[in-house]
């Protein structure tokens, strides 16, 4: 069983960049793909990018965030990032990580304009 912590979360000015890191505990995290999503007020979950754990760790992505965020995973050290680049007021939400079927607690991005 697989558990998620996160960390990274803040206030960031539109056009800023910050990075969550998503810290997995569980022999097995490096055979899990794993995603980031996101949930804004008042609004449904919504897939934000994922990473495979085989194929050199394929990545995919929200068509809203690419080429501004970059998956990325660190499987010695059990770790998942979200590096996000040129961000938008509407995209504050809680962030999740997920893998394994396993959710993080969540963590607030606020972006201000």
């Known amino acids: 069983q697989v558990q998620l912590v996160e960390s990274g979360g803040g206030l960031v000015q539109a056009g800023g960049s910050l990075r969550l890191s998503c810290a997995a505990s569980g022999r097995t995290f490096s055979t899990y793909d794993m995603g980031w999503y996101r949930q804004a007020p008042g609004k449904e979950r919504e897939f934000v990018a994922a990473?495979?754990?085989?194929?050199?760790?394929?990545?995919y992505y929200a068509d809203s965030v690419k080429g501004r965020f970059t998956i990325s995973r660190d499987n010695a050290k059990n770790m998942v990032y979200l590096q996000m680049n040129s961000v938008e007021p509407e995209e504050t939400a809680i962030y999740y990580c997920?893998?394994?079927?396993?959710w993080s607690q969540g963590t607030l991005v606020t972006v201000s304009s």
């Open positions: 990473i495979s754990w085989s194929g050199g760790g394929s990545t």
């Open positions: 997920n893998g394994g079927g396993v």
